[in-house]
């Protein structure tokens, strides 16, 4: 009815007896979600409505070797943050959260997608009841709240977006300008932290600003030795010691042929295929093939990587594996801290 309607109301218009209505302002509110954390140790009400988390202690956190020298950059008043880079899944993020939840600090993490400008990190202006209205993006928000910023996927930020971060880490005092015409002073607390899970060449979709490295100081984030990551699969997934042992060792094979298979095999992906089996009571060679080789891609497009790794399972005697056996309880997790640098703390009073 409504198009018939429209249909006789354009023809009176075009006859000249009726005389067009005023366009109609449909409005659309702006969705928060992007500003939303993904906090896997976060607590219901530990994000607020500003988008800031305050983190929880992760209890099993294993201090990886390079955490003294993050917490240097993230406490000492010169330097306003640092660049984590490496393989996914050791523990970039989640030592952001842990430190931040140890110095009680807020947080801002934020998914940064392909061809972000400057712009959705500093924010826009929506039309809203009529009026322009500016809507803060992350790194406003951070500022505001002088809390920390951690931008994960980094290398996807447009080239503009590296040189205004540039200006408010360098230590100038250069504050924020944005669109509604204030001016944001950056405070003593406010940090950048730039996560990259594209390997030690920070490959992906762009270099690092040179400039930027040099402002937040890189750090290589390995993955942790064979002892913690069959201290944390225990904790995780409470198989037994043989299971977390066979599983470890596959990985690091599996870690060892990246550069044939484009694949890094993650704590994430251990814990699959042991809830897999766990869950489904499959067999190893199943979990195997849905939680690593399905990730790697398709089967004809993916079958030279798929079929590396297949191999090495294979080579590794996956078809051998007993069923595994599950503690009623988590046991200890006691995390062998010795490959940790003894350097002095030299974080600033």
Same mark, same amino acid.
């Given at each position: 009815m409504s198009d018939v309607i429209s249909y006789v109301e354009q023809e009176m218009i075009r006859m000249g007896l009726a005389t067009p209505r005023p366009p109609t302002v449909i409005e659309?509110?702006?969705?928060?979600?992007?500003? !939303?954390?993904?906090?896997?140790?976060?607590?219901?009400?530990?994000?607020?409505?500003?988008?800031?988390?305050t983190p929880s202690i992760i209890g099993d956190f294993c201090e990886p070797s390079w955490f003294k020298r993050f917490k240097l950059y993230m406490t000492n008043p010169k330097f306003r943050g640092a660049?984590?880079?490496?393989?996914?899944?050791?523990?970039?993020?989640?030592?952001?959260?842990?430190?931040?939840?140890?110095?009680s600090q807020r947080v801002i993490v934020f998914q940064c997608a392909g061809g972000m400008t400057i712009d959705d990190l500093?924010?826009?202006?929506?039309?809203?009841?009529?009026? *322009?209205?500016?809507? &803060?993006?992350?790194? *406003?928000?951070?500022?505001?709240?002088?809390?920390?910023?951690?931008?994960?996927?980094?290398?996807?930020?447009?080239?503009?977006? &590296?040189a205004a971060i540039n200006t408010l880490?360098?230590?100038?005092? *250069?504050?924020?300008r944005t669109k509604d015409g204030k001016i944001h002073a950056v405070g003593k607390?406010?940090?950048?932290?730039?996560?990259?899970?594209?390997?030690?060449?920070?490959?992906? *979709?762009?270099?690092?600003?040179?400039?930027?490295?040099?402002?937040?100081? &890189?750090i290589y984030c390995n993955y942790m030795s064979e002892d913690n990551e069959r201290a944390l699969l225990r904790s995780r997934t409470e198989a037994d010691d043989n299971?977390?042992?066979?599983?470890?060792?596959?990985?690091?094979?599996?870690?060892?042929?990246?550069?044939?298979?484009?694949?890094?095999?993650?704590?994430?992906?251990?814990?699959?295929?042991?809830e897999l089996v766990?869950?489904?009571?499959? !067999?190893?060679?199943?979990?195997?093939?849905?939680?690593?080789?399905?990730k790697v891609g398709d089967p004809i497009e993916k079958a030279t990587q798929r079929s590396v790794l297949a191999n090495i399972a294979e080579m590794s005697g996956i078809t051998s594996w007993f069923m595994p056996v599950f503690h009623d309880t988590t046991p200890d997790v006691v995390f062998d801290t010795s490959s940790v640098s003894d350097e002095e703390d030299l974080s600033a009073e």
């Open positions: 659309v509110e702006r969705a928060d979600a992007q500003l !939303t954390p993904l906090a896997s140790n976060a607590n219901d009400d530990s994000v607020t409505d500003d988008g800031t988390e660049s984590l880079f490496g393989p996914r899944g050791t523990g970039k993020t989640t030592s952001v959260r842990q430190l931040a939840a140890i110095l500093v924010g826009v202006r929506d039309i809203r009841n009529g009026a *322009t209205m500016f809507t &803060p993006g992350p790194l *406003t928000l951070a500022i505001m709240n002088d809390v920390w910023l951690v931008l994960e996927e980094a290398n996807n930020l447009g080239t503009s977006v &590296p880490t360098d230590g100038s005092g *250069t504050p924020l607390n406010f940090r950048c932290v730039l996560c990259y899970n594209e390997g030690s060449a920070y490959s992906g *979709t762009r270099e690092v600003n040179a400039a930027l490295k040099d402002r937040l100081p &890189p299971t977390c042992d066979n599983i470890v060792k596959l990985a690091n094979a599996c870690r060892a042929s990246i550069k044939s298979t484009g694949f890094d095999f993650s704590p994430r992906s251990m814990v699959a295929m042991i766990k869950e489904l009571g499959c !067999t190893w060679k199943d979990a195997f093939e849905w939680a690593i080789l399905d």
